[in-house]
């Protein structure tokens, strides 16, 4: 289906979907502006879009692909997508990974995760399917035996490797472990969440020859986000034009950021899906115009990601590059915040991981914790008052992190409290 003019595709939403018929019942029938129409709620949206009694849908459930999505936390949501909608969101993500650096000839292995109505495993296929290079796809997905997957690659001689960071990270651990190395790979595409400096040691040591790249930014509930460009910086990319609008809004008002280096919440409309319009819709990530005229911006991160020890607010962002400064070596391939309670207190673990935590790694321990502090006084005020448990440090291998057991994601957050 071609781009629909906005004011028509308002129209539609209003017209077949009560969800929308509700949320705009108080706006004039002439819409024709993006900012004339509120954010979704996205709590409403998705109490719509339950599978049963659907309220979201602008049509009968009779023709279409579900995918469940949810992310690291919360409950799972679904998401539906028409054979032709499908069809072109992939074919458009396809092209995008031109950008992020796909070549004809490419032999590329999807360790991205299939299953349990998980979309990204089929999405990055089809996508690979659909791109307008020639390439050879080997659909290995992200539970095989990771020694399966090392011969694959090797016996293909793969030069792209794609799946989340947690994958690439596990996968390059083993490898390591094992003391082999995959020079062969040249790209290395990750999806799904961000990479961050600290797991780029672990994916130099397997994949020495190989550049970590954005393969895009998308999600299976807003859908195209963003288009990989290249360059040093792995979190700027180009919307999706014209295919979706997006918008960056200030932080504390649904008010457009028209100013480049100003963070606010993403937030995206599609101008092609009718089965489950999404107009509108909060992405659930923050960024920044990069340069706002050709639509290039940056992402931050998860948008209200961190965590609350006691009176004590930390931002996950700012603690990882906290901990990157403090590692002057290298040691460190991977963090988690772990929260817990002891004594009626809350206290936050920081659980590292590096390639031998039986190590002496009291030296490090002590640099991230006082760089921690410095960086969040408050934390070391609310231990002096016995509002908190101090910070402390716990010393992991990276294939002791928590994933999440769905996705195969990493938590950067766990909070192991009692809530009953």
Not at 111 to 122: I, V
Not at 203 to 215: C, K, Q, T, V
Request: charged share 25%; proline share 6%; aromatic share 8%.
């Amino acid at each position: 289906m071609p781009v629909q003019p906005l004011a028509q595709l308002i129209r539609f939403a209003r017209r077949n979907s009560p969800f929308y018929r509700e949320l705009y019942s108080d706006l004039p029938d002439d819409v024709t502006r993006l900012t004339d129409l509120p954010v979704v709620p996205q709590a409403d949206f998705w109490r719509a879009n339950a599978p049963r009694d659907n309220r979201l849908l602008t049509a009968p459930l009779e023709e279409a692909v579900v995918f469940r999505s949810g992310g690291t936390t919360g409950s799972p949501k679904f998401s539906y997508y028409t054979r032709t909608e499908w069809r072109e969101f992939t074919t458009a993500f396809g092209a995008g990974m031109v950008s992020a650096g796909l070549r004809p000839g490419h032999r590329v292995a999807d360790l991205f995760y299939a299953g349990d109505l998980y979309a990204s495993f089929s999405f990055v296929l089809d996508s690979l399917h659909r791109a307008p290079v020639a390439n050879v796809r080997l659909p290995i997905g992200g539970a095989a035996p990771w020694q399966s997957t090392a011969a694959t690659l090797e016996e293909f001689s793969v030069q792209v490797v794609a799946g989340t960071p947690t994958t690439l990270c596990s996968l390059a651990e083993r490898l390591t472990d094992a003391g082999r190395t995959l020079p062969d790979v040249e790209l290395l595409f990750f999806g799904g969440e961000c990479l961050f400096g600290d797991q780029l040691p672990l994916l130099r040591s397997a994949f020495p020859n190989a550049e970590p790249r954005s393969l895009g930014y998308a999600s299976v509930d807003a859908g195209l986000l963003g288009e990989a460009v290249g360059g040093g910086d792995r979190r700027v990319h180009r919307a999706f034009t014209p295919y979706t609008v997006v918008e960056i809004l200030h932080d504390e008002a649904d008010q457009l950021v028209d100013d480049n280096g100003v963070p606010g919440r993403l937030v995206v409309t599609d101008l092609r899906r009718r089965l489950m319009p999404v107009l509108r819709y909060p992405a659930g990530d923050r960024a920044e115009w990069v340069d706002r005229d050709a639509g290039i911006f940056r992402i931050l991160g998860r948008a209200q990601e961190g965590v609350r020890v006691g009176p004590v607010s930390l931002h996950t962002q700012d603690v990882l590059d906290v901990v990157a400064a403090a590692d002057a070596f290298g040691e460190v391939t991977g963090l988690q915040l772990v929260v817990r309670r002891l004594d009626g207190r809350d206290g936050l673990t920081l659980r590292i991981a590096v390639a031998d935590p039986k190590a002496d790694h009291e030296a490090l321990g002590v640099s991230v914790v006082a760089a921690v502090l410095a960086q969040r006084p408050l934390y070391a005020s609310a231990t002096a008052a016995a509002h908190v448990n101090a910070l402390n440090v716990e010393w992991v291998r990276y294939a002791d992190l928590a994933v999440n057991a769905r996705s195969g994601k990493l938590i950067r957050v766990v909070d192991e409290r009692p809530h009953s």
